[in-house]
């Protein structure tokens, strides 16, 4: 019995110690044919820390305001418009978007390509890119191909790999883009990442695109070129295949903007307020509103939580008063402003926008 007294406590300790271990990558955890991913955007926010990282470090992003989603899919090259440029089981394209450009520069089913390779490196990168215009497909390739993750990815681990691009230098386009450059990917901590989505443990990397872009076309013949630094902070895990979160922008000099937030996430109903009328039996009203939300609902059990646009939790109700056949949520001691709430009625969550008078 002492025996096992003894051996029970650094049985535990081993356990803790492995369950607390970082994370290790490959390319069996990055998107493949047939995966078909949900993101959300998030609200932009001045009060998110995207920089902090360490050794088994927190990270506690659950107040992050969702203002809009969208899906990223993939298949396999032999799948898509461009089968014929992009050929191999390990080739797989995402298309991006319907329509670019305008007027006789319009380009359809734009498409980036990927491939897991194991050589010459061990890498996720990216080959290349497909168009369609005046009804021709279109390929452009990296020459020197841009490696996005190289394996295994593990803590610490730094990366500096160079890339070079350019689109089809075919009379049909009358338009050129190229770039050149390198990126350094630096796996800087591992932990825990909570978001709206999910808890889960991961890896953190800062990478940062250093380009030297080029256009040129038929009227301007000589290239215009300009710097092009990006720099995206994400938070990776074994299970998301895409970013869990991740924080992108521009890099000039040392001053880094934030364009875009967005993290893994499952299907969520986003509106403004008024605009659930009608579906779901749940409807939401006035808009602005100077005192109370009624909510109109087939059920009662009701709660929200209300958050500012700096993704600051201002107002919490477990369960909402009843009044008739509506439920009031007060809002008369906040702040004039746009909001966002959190509506959350059996295993159904509702987020909308309203503005407090």
């Not at 440029?85 to 319907?98: H, Q, R, T």
């Not at 359809?108 to 990927?114: I, L, R, V």
């Not at 591992?190 to 990397?205: E, K, N, R, V």
């Not at 499952?266 to 509106?271: H, P």
Request: hydrophobic content about 30%; overall charge positive; aromatic content about 12%.
């Amino acid at each position: 019995m002492r025996a096992f007294s003894i051996l029970l406590p650094l049985l535990l300790s081993v356990s803790v110690h492995f369950s607390q271990s970082p994370i290790s990558l490959t390319s069996s955890n990055f998107p493949g044919n047939g995966d078909t991913l949900r993101y959300s955007v998030a609200q932009l926010s001045t009060s998110i820390n995207y920089t902090q990282t360490g050794a088994n470090f927190t990270w506690n992003y659950s107040s992050l305001i969702p203002i809009s989603q969208g899906l990223r899919s993939y298949k396999l090259g032999l799948l898509t418009p461009y089968a014929f440029f992009f050929l191999g089981l390990n080739e797989y394209g995402e298309k991006i978007a319907d329509t670019l450009g305008v007027g006789p520069l319009t380009m359809t089913n734009f498409y980036n390509f990927y491939k897991k390779q194991t050589s010459p490196v061990n890498a996720y990168v990216v080959d290349g890119s497909g168009m369609t215009f005046s009804s021709i497909p279109v390929p452009s390739y990296y020459s020197d191909k841009d490696e996005l993750y190289m394996f295994p990815m593990s803590y610490p681990k730094y990366d500096s790999t160079t890339f070079k691009y350019s689109t089809s230098s075919s009379t049909l386009i009358p338009i050129q883009y190229s770039k050149t450059g390198y990126r350094v990917t630096k796996v800087d901590g591992w932990g825990t990442i909570t978001t709206p989505y999910g808890t889960a443990p991961c890896l953190h990397i800062v990478t940062t695109q250093y380009s030297q872009d080029s256009i040129k076309n038929t009227i301007v013949p000589l290239p215009i070129g300009f710097p092009n630094n990006q720099r995206s902070y994400q938070w990776l895990t074994t299970t998301s295949k895409i970013p869990y979160l991740e924080v992108n922008g521009n890099l000039i000099g040392n001053n880094f903007t934030v364009t875009q937030i967005r993290y893994r996430d499952s299907y969520r109903n986003l509106a403004s307020v008024g605009e659930l009328t009608g579906e779901l039996g749940f409807s939401v009203y006035p808009n602005p509103v100077t005192e109370k939300l009624i909510l109109n609902s087939k059920g009662h059990d009701l709660g929200a939580k209300i958050y500012d646009m700096n993704g600051k939790l201002v107002l919490v109700c477990e369960k909402l008063p009843v009044n008739g056949s509506k439920s009031e949520l007060n809002v008369e001691k906040l702040s004039p402003g746009l909001y966002h709430v959190q509506i959350i009625e059996s295993n159904q969550q509702f987020d909308l926008k309203f503005i407090k008078d």
